[in-house]
């Protein structure tokens, strides 16, 4: 339906889309051309979403098929339409545990961010570590360790049902894996600066207690600069120690 005027049936074995353009032909607006192709990813992802928002518009009873998207390796988008609602589960993988730690707490925010009463309007968000969703639960191949997270959106009619905000809604949704994980590395880089800067302060700290490094008691100069050190050292004599200085 986007880019059937220029797809071309054989590709590159590498590849999987080819689009051919003859630059005679082009049409007028090339900049609104460039732009269409350049959404060419966000279209693709668009599929299962227009097909559950299709699916609830002809009214049919029970949930429709599960559809996933395996956009990552170990990760997936899966997408299910019911009677009043569209449920979107992101399955995505932390590689370290300070990750997981700072996603957890940054999830856990969706959830209670909603309860305010100026975003009431949000789509429903439920955060697991562990254990998938019902809607998902069944598929063989997920993994259940502390390494992956489920983030679950509940869509509802006002989301979707027109035009203009199905279109704004299909194209938020597919950068939620992005805003996730670029707001987690925007943390560690701002903790990593303050740690940077406590660390300096107590360089300093350290640095101010040490004692300046003068010239110690026992050690006595001449006008020319010459060390006079003291030595001990036991005598036949009366005292039992003599002192002498040595030049």
């Known amino acids: 339906r986007e880019y059937g005027d220029y797809l071309v049936p054989v590709t590159n074995s590498q590849y999987q889309i080819t689009l051919q353009f003859n630059l005679e032909q082009l049409p007028a607006d090339k900049a609104g051309l460039a732009k269409h192709v350049s959404m060419l990813k966000r279209n693709v992802l668009a599929s299962p979403f227009i097909r559950a928002f299709e699916y609830w518009e002809s009214q049919q009873e029970g949930a429709g098929p599960l559809m996933a998207t395996h956009y990552r390796e170990n990760e997936a988008i899966y997408v299910q339409a019911q009677q009043d609602r569209v449920t979107v589960i992101f399955s995505t993988l932390f590689q370290e545990e300070v990750d997981r730690v700072l996603g957890k707490v940054f999830l856990q925010e969706f959830v209670d961010a909603r309860r305010q009463a100026a975003i009431q309007n949000a ?26 997270g489920y983030v679950s959106f509940v869509l509802f009619p006002r989301h979707f049902a027109d035009a203009e905000v199905r279109e704004q809604t299909i194209s938020q949704i597919q950068l939620f894996r992005d805003y996730l994980h670029y ?56 005292s039992p120690q003599q002192v002498e200085g040595e030049w």
């Open 123 to 148: 789509p429903q968000v439920f955060y697991s570590s562990r254990e998938a969703p019902l809607e998902i639960r069944h598929l063989p191949e997920l993994r259940q360790d502390e390494s992956v």
């Open 183 to 238: 707001h987690i590395k925007c943390a560690k880089a701002y903790m990593h600066s303050r740690m940077r800067t406590r660390v300096k302060e107590f360089l300093k700290v350290i640095n101010r207690a040490k004692p300046d490094r003068t010239t110690a008691a026992s050690e006595k100069r001449t006008a020319t600069g010459r060390y006079f050190r003291p030595q001990f050292r036991q005598s036949s004599a009366t």
